[in-house]
Nanobody
Framework: EVQLVESGGGLVQAGGSLRLSCAAS????????IGWFRQAPGKEREGVSC????????YYADSVKGRFTISSDNAKNTVYLQMNSLKPEDTAVYYC?????????????????????WGKGTLVTVSS
């Protein structure tokens, strides 16, 4: 059974940090690009960051560049998203998703149906 399980969300004050984890199982982790997406209330889901094993590429949305860092521990089948200098506008449900054998340029613009697998999400709330 394929699973993507997010964790690490919570409530943090503006300027604080959180580290999200995405633990994957049931598929060959090394063959997939893993993306982080977020959806704020009343807004569309947007791609935040990505790391791809197929070409070693990474991607960051302009809104998080310089504040968020994505990394991968292939031995643990886990991708992390370190989020620093958090802002209230970062408040959203954060989802990780996997897409097979594609670079992050594809994941960056992917819609829900453009990804192979999705996790259920973890809520990040940044208070002002």
């Amino acid at each position: 059974e394929v699973q993507l399980v997010e964790s690490g969300g919570g409530l943090v004050q503006a300027g604080g940090s959180l580290r999200l984890s995405c633990a994957a199982s049931g598929f060959t982790f090394d063959d997939y690009a893993i993306g982080w997406f977020r959806q704020a209330p009343g807004k569309e889901r947007e791609g935040v960051s990505c790391i791809s094993s197929s070409d070693g590429s990474t991607y960051y949305a302009d809104s998080v560049k310089g504040r968020f860092t994505i990394s991968s521990d292939n031995a643990k089948n886990t991708v992390y998203l370190q989020m620093n200098s958090l802002k209230p506008e970062d408040t959203a449900v954060y989802y990780c998703a996997a897409l097979g054998a594609q670079p992050c340029t594809v994941v960056a613009g992917a819609t829900y149906y453009g990804m192979d697998y999705w996790g259920k999400g973890t809520l990040v709330t940044v208070s002002s």
